[in-house]
Every structure is written in structure tokens, then in C-alpha cells.
């Protein structure tokens, strides 16, 4: 379907394809850069479409080479072919099969999308409309066929060529150095599943028996040589087969599950049918050269990607509205699998902090919009946080709410519901309500309205009455698009404290227990009454972050240091200490000498307190980052401020707890071989966040420990947080240590890229040049996707360097995205959408960001994603 840039799609006009097509056949035949497509449809009038309607395919930069219809070559009246679109004008309405031949040139393909190359291997992503640039199609997720592939290419070139399904055969064709291979994949699938790779490529396998016994090949496939790098993304994909059957009872469906790593990939991974591509930033990983952060990321997208094969795949999208069916849901289902495999508490407190971060950010800015959009310009840019971050948690809530039971209930009826089904959030739904015969239909507000509800909390207690009383209202802030809101259902968790620290059984008005410490607020204005409470109560409310939504309370610092002790929630433990923190942090910001005493006596506690596990106290230890605390200010504001503030308290801490942290850090150092499990990880991270605190005291000897750190280290983890922590201080142990880690890396791109970010996120006027001239580097590249992000993207996110008070940095991201635009535009509108605060800053570096978007707006020929986001930008 052909659309203007400027025009919208709107899920109220949503209207089923008119045609069926049953199966599709290609036969690609690769070259670098003419490579031949001829795709067979089997289409028949959909019985749920509009009767005597022409055919119209999508297209993208394509150009048609020959058509025909049952036959018959087609003549030029018959049809209207474009770069964007074909149309047969007359068809006949039965069945019939359509042959396309088109050609195009992956070689010249930077937006990766449809076929490109990347490290000479051929490979695609489709999703969302990529599958478009490949040949005619109705690229729309509810589209659903079976497809059937046959690749032809050079011997030498391409030897492994894979596409979705099971293996049919391969041969070799005499007489010439060319060979094919031919694949059929029996799930029916929307296009933007289809996945081919052709390339020189190694590979390591392993079987796999599913809980019914069917036998399974799992192989990785990657660059010449990197085998040794996938056996940790290979164990993480037989973790996640097996915890899918047992948690979800979802069972893998095909003989082969095959993932590819390559190196040039506008996102982390796609999840087309049996056929995972990767960049290869979330397979690769050894203890030379990955983090723990590396490896846990590779743990959860590895699972995620696995997961959609349900919640996904075999479960697909009606349209791309619903997006947040298969990515909320697959989030939701990834941190449940880190959250077992790992520590639950740590991996709530890992996930919330990144909710608050950026999605938080998101909902409170122009960019706000809800779980489920009701409009899009270019369906690329709602990949967001809020798409899913907040879609898992408002399954999450689900969960809450119907119990680990019910949620189970719902789950088993989808599966079995909605099984090669295109659904919707609806269908989804219903499938919770039916199975627990529960009305769902005002939780469903959290698909629909956009912003993150705030809540008025007042406690009281009565010693005579013996009662404690919440009166709560909840507010939904306006966002762009909807300015009345209705009252939404918030699941609360909460629990009451005694003096001692102990939990106080949470009893109703009437006497009776509050089943799971939950209360549900659906209405603007509620009050809350629990009985059998003789002394004042410490309040410990939205446990585990039960509602992603914000919380202003009477309850005082004295609860929030009470909490800090003592709270049985291991989340609301930490963030108690993270709201202590931030007190402190925005009162420095504001200019306040006040020393952050609360802060340092939690802290303090919580190291001599032998019941709190390392991963746990890594957490309690790195305090909210810059734009945290700016999103806390929320208007006029100063980032130079925030990070001085920032550092005065990191100072402070250290100073006071100097000893304690020192003892800690030694104990902490292990002389193990490293690791990556979550327990030795938690202990790097605690030593780390030591560290970190030990240098923010300025002493020499700390940025010597620091360098020594740096220089003995045996794993990447270490090496990496020992560098962090000098690049924060302009010392000369920065450069050596700098210098010293581009030497021993400088033909590991991967590895190149870390170094890339630490510069780029260094605290300093120095920083703006530093990037620029780093983009000279022989390992830099503008039009890869990892480096580009881990240079120009990590300086966008650097508060105090890209709000420079002169507009440098703004500049420098607004030329990057308008020389990026035409070469990929996807990354470039990811790039743009570093403003999306722009209107919380102070009047003057306001004025230069605005100044900035409007010369973004004002320059011809922006791509549709870059335009969208640059005019939304202004909402
Ligand atoms: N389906 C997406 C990949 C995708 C994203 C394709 C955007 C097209 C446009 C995939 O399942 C995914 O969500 N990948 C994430 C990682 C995941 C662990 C959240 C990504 O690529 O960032
Ligand atoms: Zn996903």
C-alpha cells in the first residue's frame, strides 16, 4: 500500500487484505549487486475482503522486471508498476498465481533493510516493511503464508545458505562453480518473518530433544573463526528451549533452529522463523573481551528471541498497531526467564531502573504515546521503550492481578485460542478475562492512554480505632493527543511495619485479610482503611513496583530510612534508598551544602549488613544517574548542575565510608578464574561500584587502584569498569589507560566500540572534540549501526557534553542525523530522538535545541522516519 510521507495510518481504519495468498515460492539468485528475485504467489480472494477488488502489492526501490499471472505474461494496461507499489487492475477473482521477477542490489543497500550485505554475508531483516525491498508483496502482518525457498549463489561465495523452516535439499549444480539449497517452512507467516543468509560462515551445533521427544539440530552460525565466541549464546538458547516448556509449556516446532551473528544490524536481534539473525554484538563473548552486562544481555535476547517463536511467530500481529502483543508480551516473558535463571529481586531492580530511565522520560515528553498507538507515520520509530518496557509491565499487571494461576489460565488460552492467528491486544485479553471470568475492559486503559499515572498517597493512622488509612488519588498527565484522561486500574502492593521492622498482617475494615498485600484503585479518589494497627505503621507501598506509576506520599524520610532497614521487599528496600539518594541529589542540584547524612547512614547499614547479597548492594551503591536527576527537576534544567551535584555526593560518600569500602573492595578481589555467572558477577559489580565511590574522593592512591585495577585485570569486565572510572578524571593515567586499550584491541571491533563509548561519555568540555576527531578512526564507520551508536550515539546520551551551554553538542547530533538520513534512516530518527527533552532544559540551551530541530525540520528531503520524529519533536 502505497503512502505519502506525510500521510497516517490509523488502527480505526483498519481493513482486511482482500486477497489470501496460500503459499509463496522464491528462488533467489545471489549476486553482490543484481540479484534476481522470482517470487510465486498462490492468491485467492479473501473471503473476509471486499469483493472484484484489484491486487496491490507493496513495494520499496524496486524495480519490476517481468510479470505474469497464471501464465500468461501480463500487458502494460493490465497493470501499473511503480518503485512502491504494483497493481493488477483486473484479476479474476478466484484462484491464481502471480510470478514477479524483480531484481536488486544488496551490495548498495545501507538502510539494512529487505537483502543486504554486511561483512560480504548476505542476510535480511524485514521487519517491519523490509520484506518490500525484496520483491512485490502485501507486506502486513496478517498476511499469512507458507513459504518455500530456493537460493542459488556462488560455491566459494555464499557455501551456507539458510532460510526459514527445515532443510529440503542442497546440491551442487554441474558444470558450473554455483550450488542451490531449498527450503520449506510449513508455519504459515506474515513476510516480515522471512529470513535468507548466504555467506562464508563456521558454525557450532548441538541437539536438542524437546519435552516430547522431537529431535532438534541448534546451530550458530558465524564470521570464519568466531566459533569459540557462540558457546555461551548456544547455552542460553537451550536454557530458554527448556524454561519455555516448563514455565509456558511451549515446545520448539521445527528440525532445525538455526541463528546467524553478523556484524552490520540496525537492531540487537529478529526473531524470522527458525531462522534468528543477531548482531553479532549479542552473540559473540568470551572473558577477554565481553562484560557481564554483555553476557546478561546475551542471556535475555537470546531468550527473547526464542520466545516470540510463540508469542510472535506462530502467535503473530494483526497489524503493526498491536505491536506490543508479541514484543510487550516476549519482554515480559525475557525477564522472567533472567529473573529465574538469575536473582529475581536484582533483575526487578535492573528492569525498573531502566523503565524510570527511559520510558519514563519518553511518557513525560513529545514523544509520549500509548502501549498501543492508534496512529503512525512510520511504524519504525514505535519500536519504543514504551512499546515495550511498558507493554511487559502491563502484563506484568496482569499477572498481579489474576495471580500466577489465573495468568496461566489466560496464557494456555491463548496459545490454544489463538494458535496461526494475526490477533489483537483485544483477542489477547478477552483470552485473561474468559478464562478467570473477570471484566477487563477498564485495565485495558493502560493500552490506550498514554502518560505514567501519578498518585497522591495520605496516610493516617488512629491509636483508637486502631486503623491505618490510605486515601489515594491517581492522576494521568495530559500527552500529546490526549488531554483527558480516564482513572485507570492500579494494582498495589503494599505492607505495613512495626516498630521492629516486622510485617503487620494486612487486614480490611471489616477484619478480613487483604489477599496478596493487594489493593486495586480504580477510581480517581480512594481510601483504603486496615484494621488492627495499635502503633504507627512504616508504609512500604507499590511493592516490587507492582504499577509503573509515580508516588508522592506523607509517609517522610523518616519511613524511607526505616524502609532502607528493614523493608521485607527487597525492591522497595533499594528504592528507599534510591529516593534517599535522590533527595539529596536534587537539593545539591538546587544548591544545597547539606551533607546527604540519610544516605550515607542507609548506606552504611547496608554494608554491615551480612544478609544482602553483592549484586543486590551494587545497586544501593550506584547512585541515579545525570539524567535521572534531571527527569526528578523535570523543568529549567542546568545539566552542569546536576553533575556537579552528582560528583559533590559521590565525594561525600566516599569520604565517609572510605574504610568500609576499601575493606570491601579487597575482600571482593578474587583470584578465581573469571566467571559469567550472575553471583560472580555480582561480586565484579560491587568491587566495581567501590571503586567508583573510592576515586570520587579524589585521592591519587584511589586513581592508582583504579589503574592497577586496570592493568591486572584478567576479564573485560574489570578492565573495562577500572577505565570507566579513570575516564571521569582528567589525569594522565586516563590517556595511558586509553592508549593501552586501543593498542591490544584495535582489530576487535566489538571490543573497539566500548572504547569508542567511554570516551564519548566522558564529563568534559573536551569531550565534543574528542568525539569528532574519533570519527576519523580507521575502526570508526558512520553507516555501522554498532559503531555509530557506540561513538555519536553514547555522546547524545552524555547530559553534560551533548547540553553543552554554547549548542556544540546539539550541532554535532543534527549533522550527524541529516548526513546519516539518506544512508539509513532508521538509525539516523533513533539518533534525532536524543531531544526529546529539549523543553525541560533551561531557556537558553532550549533555545539552542530548538534552534537545532527546526534546522532538522527545515532541510529538504528528510526521510519519512527522520521527519516523523523531528515533528513530533515540537509537540
Ligand atoms: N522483533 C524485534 C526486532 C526488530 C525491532 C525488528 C525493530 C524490526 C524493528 C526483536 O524481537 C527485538 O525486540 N529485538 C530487540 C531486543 C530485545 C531483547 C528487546 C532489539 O533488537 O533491540
Ligand atoms: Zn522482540
Same mark, same amino acid.
Given at each position: 500500500?502505497?503512502?505519502?510521507?506525510?500521510?497516517? $495510518?490509523?488502527?480505526?481504519?483498519?481493513?482486511?487484505?482482500?486477497?489470501? $495468498?496460500? #503459499?509463496?515460492d522464491?528462488?533467489?539468485?545471489?549476486?553482490?549487486?543484481? #540479484?534476481?528475485?522470482r517470487a510465486t504467489l498462490?492468491?485467492?480472494?479473501?473471503?473476509?475482503?471486499?469483493?472484484?477488488?484489484?491486487?496491490?502489492? !507493496?513495494?520499496?526501490?524496486?524495480?519490476?522486471?517481468s510479470l505474469r499471472l497464471d501464465g500468461r505474461v501480463?500487458?502494460?494496461?493490465?497493470?501499473?508498476?511503480?518503485?512502491?507499489?504494483?497493481?493488477?487492475?483486473?484479476?479474476?477473482?478466484?484462484?491464481?498465481t502471480l510470478e514477479i521477477e524483480?531484481?536488486?542490489?544488496?551490495? @548498495?543497500?545501507?538502510?539494512?533493510?529487505?537483502?543486504?550485505?554486511?561483512?560480504?554475508?548476505?542476510?535480511?531483516?524485514?521487519?517491519?516493511?523490509?520484506?518490500?525491498?525484496?520483491?512485490?508483496?502485501?507486506?502486513?502482518?496478517?498476511?499469512?503464508?507458507?513459504?518455500?525457498?530456493?537460493?542459488?549463489?556462488?560455491?566459494?561465495?555464499?557455501?551456507?545458505?539458510?532460510?526459514? &523452516?527445515?532443510? $529440503?535439499?542442497?546440491? &551442487?549444480?554441474?558444470?558450473?562453480?554455483?550450488?542451490?539449497?531449498?527450503?520449506?517452512?510449513?508455519?504459515?507467516?506474515?513476510?516480515?518473518?522471512?529470513?535468507?543468509?548466504? &555467506?562464508?560462515?563456521?558454525?557450532?551445533?548441538?541437539?536438542?530433544?524437546?519435552?516430547?521427544?522431537?529431535?532438534?539440530?541448534?546451530?550458530?552460525?558465524?564470521?570464519?573463526?568466531?566459533?569459540?565466541?557462540?558457546?555461551?549464546?548456544?547455552?542460553?538458547?537451550?536454557?530458554?528451549?527448556?524454561?519455555?516448556?516448563?514455565?509456558?509449556?511451549?515446545?520448539?516446532?521445527?528440525?532445525?533452529?538455526?541463528?546467524?551473528?553478523?556484524?552490520?544490524?540496525?537492531?540487537?536481534?529478529?526473531?524470522?522463523?527458525?531462522?534468528?539473525?543477531?548482531?553479532?554484538?549479542? $552473540?559473540?563473548?568470551?572473558?577477554?573481551?565481553?562484560?557481564?552486562?554483555?553476557?546478561?544481555?546475551?542471556?535475555?535476547?537470546? @531468550?527473547?528471541? *526464542?520466545?516470540?517463536?510463540?508469542?510472535?511467530?506462530?502467535?503473530?500481529?494483526?497489524?503493526?498497531?498491536?505491536?506490543?502483543?508479541?514484543?510487550?508480551?516476549?519482554?515480559?516473558?525475557?525477564? +522472567?526467564?533472567?529473573?529465574?535463571?538469575?536473582?529475581?529481586?536484582?533483575?526487578?531492580?535492573?528492569?525498573?531502573?531502566?523503565?524510570?530511565?527511559?520510558?519514563?522520560?519518553?511518557?513525560?515528553?513529545?514523544? =509520549?504515546?500509548?502501549?498501543?498507538?492508534?496512529?503512525?507515520?512510520? /511504524?519504525?520509530?514505535?519500536?519504543?521503550?514504551?512499546?515495550?518496557?511498558? &507493554?511487559?509491565?502491563?502484563?506484568?499487571?496482569?499477572?498481579?492481578?489474576?495471580?500466577?494461576?489465573?495468568?496461566?489460565?489466560?496464557?494456555?488460552?491463548?496459545?490454544?485460542?489463538?494458535?496461526? !492467528?494475526?490477533?489483537?491486544?483485544?483477542?489477547?485479553?478477552?483470552?485473561?478475562?474468559?478464562?478467570?471470568?473477570?471484566?477487563?475492559?477498564?485495565?485495558?486503559?493502560? *493500552?490506550?492512554?498514554?502518560?505514567?499515572?501519578?498518585?497522591?498517597?495520605?496516610?493516617?493512622?488512629?491509636?483508637?480505632?486502631?486503623?491505618? #488509612?490510605?486515601?489515594? +488519588?491517581?492522576?494521568?498527565?495530559?500527552?500529546?493527543?490526549?488531554?483527558?484522561?480516564?482513572?485507570?486500574?492500579?494494582?498495589?502492593?503494599?505492607?505495613?511495619?512495626?516498630?521492629?521492622?516486622?510485617?503487620?498482617?494486612?487486614?480490611?475494615?471489616?477484619?478480613?485479610?487483604?489477599?496478596?498485600?493487594?489493593?486495586?484503585?480504580?477510581?480517581?479518589?480512594?481510601?483504603?482503611?486496615?484494621?488492627?494497627?495499635?502503633?504507627?505503621?512504616?508504609?512500604?507501598?507499590?511493592?516490587?513496583?507492582?504499577?509503573?506509576?509515580?508516588?508522592?506520599?506523607?509517609?517522610?524520610?523518616?519511613?524511607?530510612?526505616?524502609?532502607?532497614?528493614?523493608?521485607?521487599?527487597?525492591?522497595?528496600?533499594?528504592?528507599?534508598?534510591?529516593?534517599?539518594?535522590?533527595?539529596?541529589?536534587?537539593?545539591?542540584?538546587?544548591?544545597?551544602?547539606?551533607?546527604?547524612?540519610?544516605?550515607?547512614?542507609?548506606?552504611?547499614?547496608?554494608?554491615?549488613?551480612?544478609?544482602?547479597?553483592?549484586?543486590?548492594?551494587?545497586?544501593?551503591?550506584?547512585?541515579?544517574?545525570?539524567?535521572?536527576?534531571?527527569?526528578?527537576?523535570?523543568?529549567? %534544567?542546568?545539566?552542569?548542575?546536576?553533575?556537579?551535584?552528582?560528583?559533590?555526593?559521590?565525594?561525600? %560518600?566516599?569520604?565517609?565510608?572510605?574504610?568500609?569500602?576499601?575493606?570491601?573492595?579487597?575482600?571482593?578481589?578474587?583470584?578465581?578464574?573469571?566467571?559469567?555467572?550472575?553471583?560472580?558477577?555480582?561480586?565484579?559489580?560491587?568491587?566495581?561500584?567501590?571503586?567508583?565511590?573510592?576515586?570520587?574522593?579524589?585521592?591519587?592512591?584511589?586513581?592508582?587502584? =583504579?589503574?592497577?585495577?586496570?592493568?591486572?585485570?584478567?576479564?573485560?569486565?574489570?578492565?573495562?569498569?577500572?577505565?570507566?572510572?579513570?575516564?571521569? *578524571?582528567?589525569?594522565?593515567?586516563?590517556?595511558?589507560?586509553?592508549?593501552?586499550?586501543?593498542?591490544?584491541?584495535?582489530?576487535?571491533?566489538?571490543?573497539?566500540?566500548?572504547?569508542?563509548?567511554?570516551?564519548?561519555?566522558?564529563?568534559?568540555?573536551?569531550?565534543?572534540?574528542?568525539?569528532?576527531?574519533? #570519527?576519523?578512526?580507521?575502526?570508526?564507520?558512520?553507516?555501522?549501526?554498532?559503531?555509530?551508536?557506540?561513538?555519536?550515539?553514547?555522546?547524545?546520551?552524555?547530559?553534560?557534553?551533548?547540553?553543552?551551554? !554554547?549548542?556544540?553538542?546539539?550541532?554535532?547530533?543534527?549533522?550527524?542525523?541529516?548526513?546519516?538520513?539518506?544512508?539509513?534512516?532508521?538509525?539516523?530518527?533513533?539518533?534525532?530522538?536524543?531531544?526529546?527533552?529539549?523543553?525541560?532544559?533551561?531557556?537558553?540551551?532550549?533555545?539552542?535545541?530548538?534552534?537545532?530541530?527546526?534546522? /532538522?525540520?527545515?532541510?529538504?528531503?528528510?526521510?519519512?522516519?527522520? =521527519?516523523?520524529?523531528?515533528?513530533?519533536?515540537?509537540?
Open positions: 500500500m502505497f503512502r505519502e510521507a506525510d500521510t497516517a $495510518v490509523r488502527l480505526s481504519e483498519y481493513q482486511p487484505y482482500d486477497w489470501l $495468498v496460500d #503459499t509463496v522464491l528462488d533467489f539468485q545471489l549476486e553482490p549487486a543484481a #540479484t534476481r528475485v498462490a492468491m485467492r480472494p479473501n473471503p473476509k475482503g471486499r469483493n472484484q477488488s484489484p491486487i496491490v502489492l !507493496d513495494g520499496d526501490e524496486l524495480a519490476l522486471v501480463l500487458s502494460a494496461t493490465e497493470y501499473e508498476a511503480s518503485a512502491s507499489s504494483l497493481t493488477i487492475k483486473n484479476p479474476p477473482q478466484g484462484k491464481l524483480t531484481v536488486i542490489n544488496p551490495s @548498495a543497500n545501507t538502510k539494512l533493510m529487505g537483502l543486504f550485505r554486511s561483512n560480504k554475508i548476505y542476510c535480511t531483516q524485514c521487519e517491519a516493511e523490509g520484506f518490500r525491498r525484496i520483491t512485490y508483496f502485501p507486506d502486513r502482518p496478517d498476511v499469512l503464508s507458507v513459504y518455500t525457498v530456493r537460493i542459488e549463489a556462488d560455491r566459494d561465495e555464499a557455501p551456507f545458505l539458510l532460510s526459514n &523452516g527445515n532443510p $529440503v535439499e542442497a546440491f &551442487g549444480i554441474p558444470g558450473s562453480n554455483r550450488h542451490y539449497a531449498i527450503w520449506h517452512d510449513p508455519h504459515p507467516k506474515p513476510a516480515y518473518l522471512f529470513a535468507l543468509v548466504g &555467506g562464508k560462515l563456521d558454525y557450532i551445533e548441538e541437539p536438542f530433544k524437546t519435552v516430547s521427544g522431537r529431535k532438534v539440530m541448534l546451530r550458530i552460525f558465524v564470521d570464519p573463526d568466531k566459533t569459540q565466541l557462540a558457546h555461551y549464546a548456544m547455552d542460553a538458547l537451550k536454557r530458554s528451549m527448556r524454561w519455555d516448556e516448563k514455565v509456558f509449556g511451549c515446545e520448539y516446532d521445527l528440525d532445525v533452529f538455526h541463528i546467524v551473528a553478523v556484524s552490520d544490524f540496525n537492531m540487537g536481534a529478529m526473531e524470522n522463523k527458525g531462522l534468528n539473525i543477531f548482531n553479532d554484538k549479542y $552473540v559473540l563473548a568470551s572473558p577477554e573481551t565481553a562484560t557481564d552486562l554483555d553476557y546478561e544481555n546475551i542471556e535475555a535476547i537470546i @531468550a527473547h528471541e *526464542y520466545f516470540h517463536n510463540w508469542t510472535g511467530n506462530r502467535i503473530t500481529c494483526r497489524d503493526w498497531f498491536q505491536l506490543c502483543l508479541k514484543e510487550g508480551l516476549t519482554v515480559f516473558r525475557d525477564q +522472567e526467564f533472567s529473573s529465574d535463571e538469575r536473582s529475581r529481586p536484582v533483575e526487578r531492580i535492573g528492569d525498573v531502573r531502566r523503565l524510570k530511565s527511559f520510558q519514563f522520560v519518553e511518557d513525560a515528553g513529545p514523544l =509520549a504515546h500509548p502501549v498501543r498507538p492508534e496512529t503512525y507515520r512510520e /511504524i519504525n520509530n514505535f519500536y519504543t521503550v514504551t512499546v515495550y518496557e511498558k &507493554g511487559a509491565e502491563v502484563v506484568r499487571m496482569l499477572k498481579t492481578l489474576l495471580g500466577e494461576r489465573g495468568f496461566r489460565k489466560g496464557m494456555d488460552l491463548y496459545f490454544k485460542r489463538h494458535d496461526g !492467528d494475526a490477533a489483537t491486544i483485544e483477542d489477547f485479553l478477552k483470552c485473561f478475562a474468559d478464562a478467570n471470568k473477570q471484566d477487563l475492559s477498564q485495565f485495558a486503559r493502560w *493500552y490506550s492512554q498514554a502518560g505514567t499515572p501519578e498518585l497522591a498517597v495520605r496516610g493516617t493512622h488512629d491509636a483508637k480505632a486502631r486503623t491505618y #488509612t490510605l486515601d489515594i +488519588e491517581q492522576m494521568v498527565p495530559p500527552t500529546p493527543g490526549q488531554s483527558a484522561k480516564q482513572p485507570m486500574v492500579i494494582p498495589l502492593k503494599l505492607g505495613l511495619l512495626d516498630a521492629k521492622g516486622r510485617d503487620i498482617p494486612l487486614k480490611d475494615a471489616k477484619g478480613n485479610p487483604v489477599r496478596d498485600n493487594l489493593i486495586v484503585l480504580d477510581k480517581p479518589s480512594q481510601t483504603f482503611v486496615f484494621s488492627g494497627v495499635k502503633e504507627k505503621p512504616a508504609v512500604s507501598i507499590n511493592r516490587g513496583f507492582s504499577a509503573p506509576v509515580k508516588i508522592s506520599t506523607n509517609f517522610g524520610a523518616a519511613n524511607l530510612l526505616f524502609l532502607a532497614k528493614y523493608d521485607s521487599d527487597p525492591f522497595n528496600r533499594y528504592d528507599a534508598v534510591e529516593q534517599l539518594a535522590m533527595q539529596q541529589l536534587v537539593a545539591s542540584a538546587r544548591g544545597s551544602n547539606e551533607p546527604p547524612a540519610a544516605l550515607i547512614e542507609a548506606l552504611d547499614n547496608a554494608l554491615d549488613n551480612s544478609k544482602l547479597d553483592d549484586a543486590f548492594l551494587a545497586q544501593l551503591f550506584s547512585l541515579p544517574d545525570e539524567s535521572d536527576i534531571a527527569q526528578q527537576i523535570g523543568k529549567n %534544567i542546568d545539566p552542569d548542575a546536576i553533575l556537579v551535584a552528582r560528583r559533590k555526593i559521590k565525594h561525600d %560518600i566516599g569520604m565517609a565510608l572510605k574504610e568500609k569500602l576499601v575493606a570491601r573492595y579487597q575482600k571482593l578481589t578474587s583470584h578465581r578464574r573469571y566467571s559469567p555467572d550472575a553471583k560472580s558477577a555480582g561480586q565484579r559489580a560491587l568491587r566495581n561500584a567501590c571503586l567508583d565511590l573510592l576515586a570520587a574522593t579524589g585521592d591519587t592512591a584511589e586513581h592508582k587502584r =583504579a589503574f592497577t585495577q586496570f592493568e591486572h585485570a584478567d576479564n573485560m569486565t574489570d578492565r573495562m569498569a577500572a577505565l570507566a572510572v579513570l575516564a571521569q *578524571y582528567a589525569i594522565p593515567e586516563r590517556e595511558t589507560a586509553l592508549a593501552a586499550f586501543e593498542q591490544r584491541y584495535r582489530n576487535d571491533p566489538l571490543v573497539l566500540d566500548k572504547w569508542f563509548a567511554v570516551q564519548a561519555r566522558i564529563p568534559e568540555s573536551g569531550t565534543l572534540d574528542r568525539v569528532e576527531a574519533l #570519527t576519523k578512526h580507521p575502526a570508526f564507520s558512520m553507516t555501522n549501526p554498532n559503531r555509530m551508536r557506540s561513538l555519536i550515539g553514547v555522546f547524545a546520551a552524555n547530559p553534560s557534553q551533548f547540553n553543552r551551554a !554554547d549548542g556544540k553538542g546539539y550541532a554535532l547530533i543534527a549533522d550527524t542525523v541529516l548526513g546519516l538520513d539518506s544512508k539509513n534512516p532508521q538509525v539516523a530518527a533513533r539518533l534525532l530522538s536524543a531531544f526529546k527533552s529539549w523543553r525541560t532544559l533551561e531557556p537558553g540551551r532550549r533555545a539552542l535545541a530548538e534552534k537545532e530541530l527546526n534546522r /532538522i525540520a527545515q532541510t529538504p528531503g528528510l526521510s519519512p522516519d527522520v =521527519a516523523d520524529i523531528v515533528s513530533r519533536s515540537f509537540a
